[in-house]
């Protein structure tokens, strides 16, 4: 496993990172509590040493099984990143989307990082997580109700008492991250990006390199799109929201599968699989400096865990960008 340290903070983290968004269950169909600790504790088992989650996966559901997951390891040898800012249970703020939550109930949720509800969820998550402090603390979407600096006042408090390490934030653009530097260092930035989602790297990436700040890359397998074993046809569980995504729809199917194709050769040349490659190839990125890779049972963990022990030379990388450059 590769080791990479936050922006200028000492936080050092594992280059795959376990994303726990699907191991809440909430928008993927349910989720088996015993395989998702076992995926996590088999990724730990692997050398995966952080694990990224939010109270709003399975409105506490996710945080809990990382909680249980992590219990009997010893807390400084594992990094828990986790986020502020979704409400389900407080409608203040910008409204963010009406959903349904594990059990099927209707739920409204809201982006809100108001100063007091940061002090709240803070301990919430401690509780569900097991532990008295957070490492990594983000917020989880941009709130245009509240000031960006009332905000991360609150964080400077929480890492004041001890509570949280170092502060990140998510889906923010440059001049956001700007805004918050003001108030409080950010170390990190944790935003979509994938072979067939560049769009970050028009201005966040050179942005995040020019001022040292770690990009964490969420979906990079583009939600299992870059696994390749998505195919027309593709029958997803009820309540999996990607069966309505864009990106799963039959002509991007059909058009990454193509690429996958091209792809495919480097990945037969070192035995490994498309979505190893794909994570390998991410890591490798100017700026990027996690991916995150979720999964459902050990046996997909262990897999992800797995990218970081390919060595491609240049020459392949090259050649993987120029088709990537192509879509």
Known sequence: ?????????????????????????????????NDAVEAIRASYDAGVTSIDTAPIYGQGTSEEIVGEAIKGIS????????KFGMRWDLAKGDFAMHSKNNDGQDIDVYKYAGRDSIIYECEQS???LRTDYIDLYQIHWPDSTTPIDETFEAVSRLIEQGKVRF????NYNFQQMEEAEKTLEIVSNQIPFSMVNRGIEEETVPYCIENNKSILAYSPLERGLLTGKITLGYKFQEGDHRASHKHFQP???????ALLDKVKPVAEQYHVSLGQLVLRWTIERP?????????RNAEQAVQNAGAADIHLTAEEISTINDLVNQF
Do not use: H, P
Not at 75 to 82: C, P
């Open 1 to 33: 496993m590769l080791y990479r340290k936050l922006g200028k903070s000492n936080l050092e983290v594992s280059a795959i990172t376990f994303g726990a968004w699907a191991a809440g269950g909430w928008m993927w169909g349910s989720t088996d509590r």
């Open 75 to 82: 807390r400084d040898k594992v990094q828990i990143l986790t």
């Open 126 to 128: 401690l509780k569900r």
């Open 167 to 170: 502060a990140g934030v998510c």
């Open 251 to 257: 002509d991007f199917i059909e058009k990454t599968n």
């Open 287 to 295: 700026g990027i400096t996690v991916a995150l890779a979720g999964a």
